[in-house]
């Protein structure tokens, strides 16, 4: 029997003899009334979906682009969909540049914000990958990514999902590419909100023939999807300046 077997979970099934994934311990409403689930892994709670919303928090809208000639900017916030198909993001959420996690209104929602490179860095290190391995860049680990990915019938078949540890983290990491036409079903893309050059952000990365993570810079101008993580999770700070502050102490 499938199901959730973790018995702090809302949705914890008594019956259930196998983890499908399906786990989770809250729910969340972003500015334009899109509901999460959200995912507690490690003490630390993440959403288990792409953010979709369109406006900040304080409900100015983030300026949607439909045409990759457009996808340029690094200063002003933009959102898009995958191949500028509305009905992707109901299934993926949409993509975001990187300006818009640097806007001050901020995006995620009340309480949540988008997670620093350490923060990612620790929901790898309790799927499994050391330290070391998670301070480096480029490909990283061994089936971590397997653990993180979700929803096996949206990723091309590969080594990914024929792990038999595929989605059992219950993040549902999906593949959801890059904006506005690239990867769909192949790759999956996330923002951090640390900055790795003037022009570069930290951000993660799935693959479809591969169970690892890749870490690296991506360009800010580049539109992925954003997973939002509660910010009294893990650091016990109560905002994004605060987790940032934190951050920094960690690395010194």
């Known amino acids: 029997v499938y199901g959730c077997t973790d018995e702090t979970a809302l949705n914890y099934n008594p019956d259930a003899v196998t983890n499908d994934g399906s786990c989770f311990h809250d729910t969340v409403t972003d500015i334009d009334g899109n509901e999460y689930q959200a995912v507690l892994i490690d003490e630390q709670l993440w959403m288990k979906e792409n953010l979709k919303v369109t406006h900040y928090?304080?409900?100015?809208?983030?300026?949607?682009?439909?045409?990759?000639?457009?996808?340029?900017?690094?200063?002003?916030?933009?959102?898009?969909?995958?191949?500028?198909?509305?009905?992707?993001?109901?299934?993926?959420?949409?993509?975001?540049?990187w300006a818009v996690l640097d806007d001050s209104r901020g995006v995620c929602p009340e309480g949540w914000h988008v997670p620093t490179d350490v923060e990612w860095k620790k929901i790898e290190i309790a799927l499994g990958m050391s330290q070391l391995e998670a301070d480096q860049a480029g490909i990283r680990g061994t089936n971590e990514g397997s653990k993180l990915a979700g929803k096996p019938e949206l990723w091309n078949d590969g080594s990914l999902v024929n792990n038999n540890e595929f989605g059992t983290s219950g993040f549902s990491a999906l593949p959801s590419g890059y904006c506005c036409s690239g990867n769909l079903g192949s790759y999956g893309y996330f923002w951090s909100s640390t900055e790795f050059s003037s022009d570069l952000a930290w951000a993660r990365s799935l693959r479809y023939h591969s169970t690892?993570?890749?870490?690296?810079?991506?360009?800010?101008?580049?539109?992925?999807?954003?997973?939002?993580?509660?910010?009294?999770?893990?650091?016990?700070?109560?905002?994004?300046?605060?987790?940032?502050?934190y951050e920094r102490e960690l690395i010194a």
């Open 212 to 245: 690892s993570i890749v870490r690296g810079g991506f360009d800010k101008y580049f539109g992925i999807a954003v997973r939002c993580i509660a910010d009294d999770t893990i650091t016990g700070c109560t905002n994004p300046d605060e987790c940032f502050v």
């Open 57 to 97: 928090k304080n409900g100015d809208p983030i300026i949607h682009i439909t045409n990759n000639e457009d996808w340029i900017s690094n200063d002003e916030g933009q959102y898009g969909v995958n191949y500028s198909d509305p009905s992707y993001a109901d299934i993926f959420g949409n993509l975001y540049n």
